[in-house]
């Protein structure tokens, strides 16, 4: 996904004005033409980013943020040609680029940007990015103010992404909640087709002008199309790769990526995510609200069998929180994880035995009052989940503890993990700001592993209104310290995201959000 992050860049700092972007009006480079095909492990639920928690490329280059990364991890204007924070950091004013067009060829203007905020703050699942946003003032066509109740320091980083971008509100009036079939927003890319199951078709905006500075062509994309084919199976996916069925894939399962290498037609993009792979207990379930059967769980997994053989070292083990790429991430927390919970099987024996694990069935798996500790762990179809999966489970009978695997669809664990089904889960998450954790631990935001800790909770709602940088970071060390103590979760390793193309010119990876930068991708003629 993604290879490092930077700093939420004004925090710290007041009334600082964002450098208007410089050679945003065109400069086209001569269209080649023809159709990209991608395949992915993932279907998005939806492509409206308002109504979904996961973004990826499949989705996400039709929208054009107010602001974006580059590729040091500045934030620099997008859409907007400029903003301004207030000196009380209450007031963010965003200047938009002149002439720039929604996907139906009408202008985006601040009147429309609000519109589509509001529809986000009404409804979103995400709509907790925005934080105490309490009103936005049109100023004049392309002048808008974001007034907040207290300062934010996530806004700008969460501001980068597909979630806050601004829909077309024609789109929004004509379509309704049928609005993720007919999507459309002012980015590189328009939706052309929507197969539901098997593919996304996007096509490139030919009034598309807002090309980056890290990008020569500043125009509209240099192919007709690109063609998003969803396939989970690992081996399908290298055997349409090979077969020249598709010029780009996405995730390259781990056991491939030598083989691939060594393909003089292929060429291979590695970028390190900016989040982890994690192991998710439920702590709504009383099995997980001691925190000595927790505690145990995290000492019987050893993470380097995982890296190896799931990941045929494509990984970095990791026992905090936070990973390294993002800004709060400490060594001093990481070591403190890391001794903490070093693999020790007695140890985890003996906190079992302490919660009442003190028999023992035939199958070897600790009993409580002739109750045997069997937990179901839910798992996406994703090949290299599955094989985590198995490690994890053998490691876990090893000190008697029988883990079930339950293979779910991606959509299945997004939609009813919130609602507590679910026992224990595999999966990722990833951001640009240590804001995550309030995403992750918040007051009723705790999703994945429904953890509620007021102490925790005041930290991270502190943090967010900290616009000093050194100040915010302290705080989320003391966020992170309490997790490690508390272990509602097992941080497991941060990926390393591997994509293979072939037959392309200019291709490249953004290395900080991890998603293709398609303004300079062309077939080889």
């Known amino acids: 996904m993604m290879l490092a992050l930077a700093a939420c860049s004004n925090a710290g700092q007041t009334a600082k004005e964002g450098t208007k972007d410089s050679g945003s009006e065109g400069d086209a480079a001569g269209k080649a033409g023809g159709t990209i095909t991608v395949t992915s492990v993932r279907e998005p639920d939806t492509v409206d980013v308002q109504r979904t928690t996961w973004v990826d490329d499949a989705n996400t280059h039709i929208y054009e943020p107010l602001v974006k990364f580059d590729e040091d991890g500045n934030i620099i204007p997008a859409l907007a040609e400029k903003y301004e924070i207030s000196e009380d950091g209450k007031v963010i004013t965003f200047t938009l680029k002149e002439g720039s067009k929604f996907h139906s060829g009408a202008n985006v203007t601040a009147e429309g940007v609000k519109k589509s905020f509001e529809r986000f703050i009404d409804s979103a699942p995400t709509n907790y990015m925005v934080g105490p946003l309490e009103e936005i003032v049109v100023v004049d066509e392309r002048t808008f103010e974001f007034h907040f109740s207290e300062p934010f320091a996530p806004f700008l980083s969460n501001a980068t992404t597909a979630y806050l971008a601004p829909l077309d509100p024609a789109a929004i009036e004509e379509h309704g909640d049928e609005f993720g079939n007919h999507a459309s927003s002012a980015g590189i890319l328009n939706v052309k087709e929507i197969k539901r ?24 994309a240099g192919f007709d199309e690109v063609v998003f084919r969803f396939i989970p199976d690992d081996d399908t996916r290298i055997l349409e790769f090979k077969r020249g069925n598709s010029q780009v894939m996405l995730s390259v399962p781990p056991n491939y990526i030598k083989e691939l290498e060594a393909d003089p037609n292929t060429e291979i993009a590695k970028t390190l995510a900016n989040g ?64 903490m919970y070093a693999h020790d099987l007695e140890k985890s024996r003996s906190l079992l035995k302490e919660a009442g694990y003190t028999g023992t069935n035939d199958a070897g798996i600790v009993t409580k009052e002739g109750k045997p500790l069997s937990l179901e762990l839910w798992v996406t179809q994703e090949p290299t989940m599955q094989r985590i999966a198995q490690v994890l489970q053998n490691q876990l009978k090893e000190v008697g503890i029988e883990l079930k695997i339950s293979v779910q669809e991606d959509a299945t664990i ?112």
């Open 197 to 220: 199951g098997s593919s996304i078709t996007l096509e490139s905006f030919d009034e598309y002008k807002l090309g980056a500075p890290y990008s020569q062509n500043k125009g509209a």
């Open 276 to 339: 982890h792979v994690y192991l998710g207990m439920n702590n709504k379930k009383k099995v997980f609200q001691d925190l000595r059967v927790r505690q145990a769980i995290a000492l019987a997994i050893d993470r380097e069998p995982i890296v190896d053989f799931a990941l045929e070292g494509a990984a970095q083990p990791i026992f905090g929180p936070l990973p390294p790429a993002i800004p709060g991430y400490s060594e001093e927390v990481e070591g403190a994880a890391a001794k």
């Open 414 to 525: 997004r939609a009813q993990s919130p609602e507590g089904k679910h026992e224990m889960l595999l999966w990722t998450y990833g951001w640009y700001d240590a804001d995550i954790l309030h995403s992750m631990f918040g007051r009723d935001l705790s999703t994945r592993v429904h953890y509620q800790n007021d102490e925790l909770i005041s930290i991270l709602e502190k943090a967010r209104i900290t616009m000093n940088q050194d100040e915010r970071m302290e705080l989320y060390k003391q966020a992170q310290m309490i997790l490690v103590e508390e272990s509602p979760w097992v941080p497991l390793f941060v990926r390393e995201n591997v994509t293979a193309y072939r037959d392309l010119e200019g291709f490249k990876i953004h290395p900080i959000t991890g998603t293709i930068i398609w303004s300079d991708v062309k077939l080889k003629k």
